[in-house]
């Protein structure tokens, strides 16, 4: 049982574009969540998060959206650049173990 | 500073060897985790350590043999292992386990099973 999903294995977009990488999740109780980008044979790299009681937060290029009532997050990359090429994961938590759930991750590519 | 280092980068190793990962921080996080990567799959999540005690076990095999010296380090024992548990090893840290926090992950290591 996926708590976790990214319906979309890879997005292709155009240098300079808006890119945008949707996450679903089942569990009520999730209130914190996370985006992380994955290069090849490299560990995720922490890009930004978001807790349940914000519907936005914004790091620059990066923009996460939460919508609690539809179980939904986005992440938005503006303007796309060609090094933001990478597998990009959505996690949750909301057990206060410390668990992180990830979704099956999202292949950006970013053509020049 | 938000560097998590783990050694060795690449380990093979056959079935009856045993070996160790290992993984350090420097950034004071007293809640430390080990994940599993297959290829084209996400993170799994296989211990958590919070102030250097095991919370979490994932029911994984015993022949992972997770141990925390002190706040900094984290090993990874490996014995008897079959060749389907090559794959990534994470280690990741975050500040505290039960506050809401991003773990930062390490490099990770590639084990190959032969």
């Known amino acids: 049982d996926q708590q976790v999903k990214q319906n979309s294995p890879s997005l292709s977009v155009q240098e300079g574009r808006i890119s945008i990488l949707n996450c679903d999740y089942t569990n009520s109780m999730f209130d914190y969540f996370l985006w992380y980008k994955k290069y090849p044979a490299e560990g995720p790299t922490f890009l930004i998060s978001?807790?349940?009681?914000?519907d936005k937060n914004e790091d620059g290029r990066f923009t996460v959206f939460l919508n609690k009532s539809a179980k939904h997050l986005s992440l938005h990359i503006v303007p796309s650049q060609p090094g933001d090429s990478a597998v990009y994961f959505c996690a949750a938590s909301g057990d206060n173990t410390g668990k992180l759930i990830f979704g099956q991750g999202t292949t950006l590519q970013v053509k020049p | 500073d938000t560097e998590v280092t783990q050694t060795p980068k690449h380990l093979v190793m056959g079935m009856t060897n045993k070996k160790s990962l290992k993984c350090e921080q420097h950034m004071g996080h007293r809640a430390m985790y080990w994940y599993k990567q297959k290829a084209k799959k996400p993170p799994e999540l296989m211990f958590v350590y919070s102030y250097e005690k095991l919370s979490i076990n994932e029911s994984v095999p015993s022949r992972f043999s997770p141990e925390c010296p002190n706040s900094s380090l984290l090993n990874l024992h490996l014995h008897a292992l079959q060749p389907e548990d090559s794959a990534l090893y994470l280690c990741?840290?975050?500040?505290?386990?039960?506050?809401?926090?991003?773990?930062?992950f390490g490099p990770g290591t590639r084990l190959t099973v032969t």
């Open positions: 990741a840290s975050s500040q505290e386990v039960g506050q809401p926090d991003e773990q930062y």
């Open positions: 978001i807790s349940s009681i914000k």
